[in-house]
Nanobody
């Protein structure tokens, strides 16, 4: 059973940066695409970005393009979300998850994920 544990969240001023990490247990990590989502109270969880199993391909929501970068280190069973130029509207709980879709493009949908981390809070002050 794969488990995902996020870390790296916290409080940052607008314009600042944070790097979230998602550590995975299990030996099949490198076989799967991985994604990041975020959620604020009262709103639907929304897609942030995803990465192919080898790290050669990525996909992003329009609202983070050019600011956020998803990467992974399969030797460490870890996927990262580098967040730059943070805005107050980026405040949310951020989740990593394992995508079971056959192509990266389908990793936009929550229903393509079978395992989720517990989330890490990111708060951006103005």
């Amino acid at each position: 059973q794969v488990q995902l544990v996020e870390s790296g969240g916290g409080l940052v001023q607008a314009g600042g940066s944070l790097r979230l990490s998602c550590a995975a247990s299990g030996r099949t990590f490198s076989s799967y695409r991985m994604g990041w989502f975020r959620q604020v109270p009262g709103k639907e969880r929304e897609f942030v970005g995803a990465i192919t199993w080898g790290g050669g391909g990525t996909s992003y929501a329009d609202f983070v393009k050019g600011r956020f970068t998803v990467s992974r280190d399969n030797a460490k069973n870890t996927v990262y979300l580098q967040m730059n130029s943070l805005k107050p509207e980026d405040t949310a709980v951020y989740y990593c998850a394992r995508c079971v879709a056959s192509v990266l493009a389908r990793c936009i949908g929550q229903n393509q994920y079978d395992t989720w981390g517990q989330g890490t809070q990111v708060t951006v002050s103005s």
